[in-house]
């Protein structure tokens, strides 16, 4: 759910891995400056998908920031090894 500085436009449903199938709140990016994930920040020329768990946020210079959750990045360096 967005916090309250990255206000949803509207929800879609989005695939993500292993959670599978979710309600997602759709950000502008314009207008986010924190949220938390599930949720889809839009730009004009791109599509982001922050995962559950993560944290998505504007930085100073404007960079989209995304801070995975520990579990997140653990069962992604799993599948790295697996695939190696």
């Known amino acids: 759910m967005p916090s309250a500085s990255g206000r949803a436009a509207s929800t879609q449903r989005a695939f993500f891995g292993a959670a599978g ?3 997602a709140p759709v950000i502008p990016r314009t207008a986010l400056s924190e949220a938390q994930g599930p949720c889809i920040v ?3 020329d791109a599509t982001t998908l922050v995962p559950p768990g993560a944290v998505a946020k ?8 995304i801070v995975l ?6 069962a992604a360096e799993e599948r790295q090894e697996e695939n190696a």
């Open 69 to 74: 959750a520990a579990k997140t990045v653990a």
């Open 42 to 44: 839009t730009d004009p």
């Open 58 to 65: 504007v930085t100073a210079t404007g960079s989209l920031e």
């Open 21 to 23: 199938w979710l309600d």
